[in-house]
């Protein structure tokens, strides 16, 4: 039996994804992406992303991204690419800030290896300046993905099972119909299929605006990397990725390495102000350029908490988050269109379950399946 064909609008993290497992299943896919492969438009730049069981967001997010770690290690065997470096991590805050709490007790709940480790132990055990009166939460599990090779592989495997992809295509329309649906892109071009799957990013506010109008906001972060010392160098590298749960905000970063940049990386994910701080941008005219403004937060925390991966900025580049208002995902059908499919509000921290994002878009897309882990995702759970 032939299986449905496919559209997948958006080719980068979770359209890739979605490609790879909808292929798997024996569906048509076709991919269409506006740039190119592995590209800086978006969200999925950087060239590394923290993956870590230790989720103040949530322990309901623990055994997705567990299956996620199953299928990081399956693609990696499979493309003999080492995809998940494994290195520890350590979230550091005061034993009474929520995120930090938060840790600890998705960390409980789900029966993550961890430990907490008092200020003085981590000073001595890691090169951070860690205050007297907070604590570290210490997951051996967490560690970061190296996001070429981690697409690469998706690509690749999505492409083995037959799935096509297409770049520098931009859709301009997205329609369905009872029996079909179709995309109309800038050329002109019609693209039909049995299903479409929307994984556009940044892109799917103005894309879809009716699937959660007026809920997700496209903000604006900066990635940024460091050059220290050089007799600093040994001491970072064994660093594990870290999170800091500090007044100025949640700060996060990895060990020195050379994936994309040699330098030490890092940057703010959450506002002093919270999840709401942040003015939503365009993506079509947001500022794309780093500016001394941008990096003064990052040297100024690195002066109070990291003082050995202190130097002169080496690289930067702009990111951008797609938000729900609870930061939470949004997978669900389009309403009154159900051959239509969005998977959005990735929030910057969605590119760990990538593949586990895939399977449940997958599951919906050719089953109807709707699992506990999907029903956590409903597009009504964003309209209360």
């Not at 480790?117 to 190296?146: E, F, N």
């Not at 009872?178 to 299903?195: K, N, Q, Y």
């Not at 479409?196 to 007026?214: D, Q, R, S, T, W």
């Not at 040297?299 to 690289?315: D, I, K, M, S, T």
């Amino acid at each position: 039996m032939t299986g449905p064909r496919v559209i997948v609008v958006g080719g980068g993290t979770m359209g890739l994804a979605s490609a790879w497992a909808l292929a798997r299943r024996g569906a048509r896919v076709t991919v269409l992406e506006r740039f190119g492969h592995v590209h800086a438009r978006g969200s999925h730049g950087g060239h590394t992303r923290i993956i870590r069981e230790s989720y103040h967001e949530g322990a309901s997010y623990v055994p997705v991204v567990r299956e996620a770690y199953r299928w990081w290690d399956e693609l990696a065997r499979r493309t003999g690419e080492s995809l998940l470096v494994r290195t520890g991590m350590i979230e550091v805050g005061p034993p009474d800030d929520q995120g930090f709490k938060d840790t600890v007790e998705a960390c409980v709940t789900s029966e993550t290896v961890h430990s907490l480790v008092d200020a003085a132990a981590a000073r001595r055990r890691w090169p951070m300046q860690v205050p007297d009166g907070w604590m570290t939460c210490y997951t051996p599990s967490g560690g970061y993905l190296r996001v070429r090779p981690c697409l690469d592989a998706l690509r690749s495997e999505a492409e083995r099972h037959g799935a096509r992809t297409r770049y520098d295509e931009r859709v301009v329309a997205i329609e369905a119909d009872e029996r079909s649906a179709w995309v109309r892109l800038a050329s002109g071009e019609e693209v039909r299929g049995d299903r479409v799957v929307v994984a556009a990013g940044a892109y799917l506010p103005a894309l879809l605006p009716e699937f959660l109008p007026g809920r997700l906001r496209v903000i604006r972060r900066v990635l940024a990397w460091t050059r220290p010392d050089e007799q600093a160098r040994a001491e970072l590298t064994a660093m594990p990725v870290w999170a800091v749960f500090a007044p100025a905000g949640f700060l996060y970063g990895f060990p020195w390495c050379a994936e994309g940049v040699d330098g030490f990386k890092l940057a703010r994910h959450i506002a002093a102000g919270g999840l709401g701080a942040d003015e939503g941008e365009d993506p079509e005219t947001v500022d794309r350029e780093v500016h001394a403004d941008d990096l003064a937060p990052l040297e100024q925390f690195l002066a109070e908490y990291l003082a050995r991966a202190r130097g002169p900025f080496v690289a930067s580049t702009v990111c951008l988050y797609t938000c729900t208002p609870s930061w939470d995902f949004a997978i669900d059908e389009l309403p009154g269109a159900p051959r239509i499919v969005v998977a959005g509000g990735f929030s910057g921290h969605g590119f760990k379950f990538a593949p586990a994002i895939g399977e449940l878009v997958a599951g919906l897309v050719i089953d109807g399946a709707r699992p506990p882990a999907l029903a956590a995702f409903a597009r009504a759970r964003h309209l209360v």
